[in-house]
Each structure stands twice: as C-alpha cells, then as structure tokens.
C-alpha cells in the first residue's frame, strides 16, 4: 500500500507564509509530523508521496526520507490535479489525505482490509465549506462534494482507492478541469464506471481538517489535553 498527502497549496485561509503541513501543533511538531507518525504505524515511510508546490523546498529540506511529487502549477490548480500528478507512478492501493488533516492513528484503522475503495465519513450536520456525501440504497457514496443535500455527514479527506481501480480514476482525473477537487473525478468514476466506494464511519474519532484558525486552536486544544 502507498500514502499521498496532498501538501501543495498555499493555505490562504489560514494567512500563513509556510505550507500548512509545517504548522506547529505543540512542541514543535507539526501537522506533517503527527501524519508521519501515525501513517508509518501501517505502510514503510519510503511509501510516503508527498504532493508538494507552494514553498517546496521547506517541506523536502525538512523531511528527506520522503518522495515527493512536484506540482508546478499549485497557485492555478487544485487538489484533483495533485493527485492525478501522484497516481501516474502509482500501481498499488493508495491511502491519500489532504496535508492539513490532523487524525488519530486508529482513524487510519478503519481504512485498512476494505475490499473496495472507500472514503472516512463522520456523521454530523454540515455547513456549505465541508464535502459532503449521499449514498444509494445499497449504502455506497453516489454524491460527494460541496453542494451535496440532505447528506448525512461530512468526508473528512481520507480515502482509499483500491490498485483495480486506479486507471478509471486517473482517466476522470484527467477529465476533471485545473481547479477542480479529486472528489469531482470520483464522482465521476462512481457514476459512468458503476465503481463501488463505501463510506466509512470514523464514529468519535478525533479528525479535523485545518482550514481556519478556529480548526488549529481546536486541534491544540486537543493536545493540551490529550497525549497522541
């Protein structure tokens, strides 16, 4: 199994000068630290890709040991082109997240022995900045994005995409406009491809993507009181 971490951005929201994954938590450490750290309890960190663009050279001087995908166009693209950049040299099932995700280690857990392709959900009410998810009567995603309705939770940005359906999904990605997110090309997939992704319920799992500044105080929060 491979891991992407979607790590090319330039994290405007949060009016940072650094890439987000190299956001302190506590201590020093990281977002990319705590992702490392958790990623490696399943999968080898020489199966670690890291999709980088913004300040690149930040990310690779500070973590070596990776391999890394360069996306030259990150100021005019999005997270659908990262990943289509990362997918090409890939032939194994494939784990990818987005690079400002905090998580558990056992929220990876959840992920692993899946024998389709799957996405972690969380059940909860969502506002318009989530992605969120429907499914059909026989309980997989048939909508993910932004503007779904009447979803019953949000996709929290971890997903697993299985080695048979790779070359469907790089073929949507393909078809996917620059400044599109991956979850349009799934969508996609789902849809003419009939492929099967099943949602996955993290239940109480601590999971939180870093967009705002009330996200990252909420994460500390978390570590101030919790040891991961």
């Given at each position: 199994m491979k891991v992407v971490i979607l790590a090319a951005g330039m994290g405007t929201r949060l009016a940072r000068t650094l890439p987000k994954p190299l956001i302190s938590l506590?201590?020093?450490?990281?977002?990319?630290?705590?992702?490392?750290?958790?990623?490696?309890?399943?999968?080898?960190?020489?199966?670690?890709?890291?999709?980088?663009?913004?300040?690149?050279?930040?990310?690779?001087?500070?973590?070596p040991e990776l391999l890394y995908v360069y996306n030259n166009g990150y100021a005019q693209t999005n997270t659908g082109r990262s990943l289509l950049l990362a997918l090409r040299k890939i032939?194994?099932?494939?784990?990818?997240?987005?690079?400002?995700?905090?998580?558990?280690?056992?929220?990876?857990?959840?992920?692993?022995?899946?024998?389709?392709?799957a996405v972690l959900v969380?059940?909860?009410?969502?506002?318009?900045?989530?992605?969120?998810?429907?499914?059909?009567?026989?309980?997989?995603?048939?909508?993910?994005?932004?503007?779904?309705?009447?979803?019953?939770?949000?996709?929290?940005?971890i997903n697993l995409i299985k080695k048979k359906d790779i070359p469907g999904f790089v073929r949507h990605l393909e078809k996917t406009g620059p400044r599109d997110y991956f979850e349009?090309?799934?969508?996609?997939?789902?849809?003419?491809?009939?492929?099967?992704?099943?949602?996955?319920?993290?239940?109480?799992?601590?999971?939180?993507?870093?967009?705002?500044?009330?996200?990252l105080e909420r994460v500390r929060d978390r570590l101030r009181s919790r040891v991961y």
């Open positions: 506590k201590d020093e450490e990281t977002i990319l630290d705590y992702q490392i750290r958790n990623i490696t309890r399943y999968v080898s960190i020489q199966d670690i890709y890291v999709v980088v663009g913004y300040k690149k050279e930040l990310l690779m001087e500070k973590y032939e194994e099932d494939t784990i990818w997240l987005n690079g400002d995700i905090f998580f558990e280690d056992r929220v990876l857990e959840k992920l692993m022995g899946s024998r389709t392709s969380q059940k909860k009410e969502c506002g318009e900045e989530e992605v969120k998810y429907t499914v059909d009567r026989k309980g997989f995603v048939r909508e993910i994005s932004k503007n779904v309705r009447n979803s019953p939770g949000e996709s929290v940005g349009k090309a799934m969508e996609r997939m789902i849809r003419l491809d009939k492929v099967r992704v099943r949602p996955v319920d993290i239940g109480d799992l601590f999971c939180v993507e870093i967009d705002f500044p009330e996200d």
